[in-house]
């Protein structure tokens, strides 16, 4: 049974970093892209990074420049970097494979506030 556990979200001020971090089970981790996505209050899940098996990545353009994604996959966990946060990036944080399967792991509360 695949499970996605997501940690390192917290309050931070605008301007802020936080690093995420989400750990992978039940699948081969070094087979499959994966994926950060966020959902904000009222608005529907999105996808803000991804990387390939390869380490390409890709970004959303609301967080390029400003999010870095990695992999580690000798510890079937993926990472994304926040820097220079902003208001709206406060949301619910939640890894998955890319494209994503139907099971989500509790996400991880990122709120950007001063």
């Known amino acids: 049974q695949v499970q996605f556990v997501e940690s390192g979200g917290d309050l931070v001020q605008p301007g802020g970093s936080l690093r995420l971090s989400c750990a992978a089970s039940?699948?081969?981790?070094?087979?499959?892209?994966m994926g950060w996505y966020r959902q904000a209050p009222g608005k529907q899940r999105e996808l803000v990074a991804r990387?390939?098996?390869?380490?390409?990545?890709n970004y959303a353009d609301s967080v390029k420049g400003r999010f870095t994604i990695s992999r580690d996959n000798a510890k079937n966990t993926v990472y994304l970097q926040l820097n220079s946060l902003k208001p709206e990036d406060t949301a619910v944080y939640y890894c998955?494979?890319?494209?994503?399967?139907?099971?989500w792991g509790q996400g991880t509360q990122v709120t950007v506030s001063s």
């Open positions: 998955n494979l890319y494209p994503n399967l139907r099971e």
């Open positions: 039940g699948i081969i981790f070094s087979i499959y892209a």
């Open positions: 990387i390939t098996i390869g380490g390409s990545t």
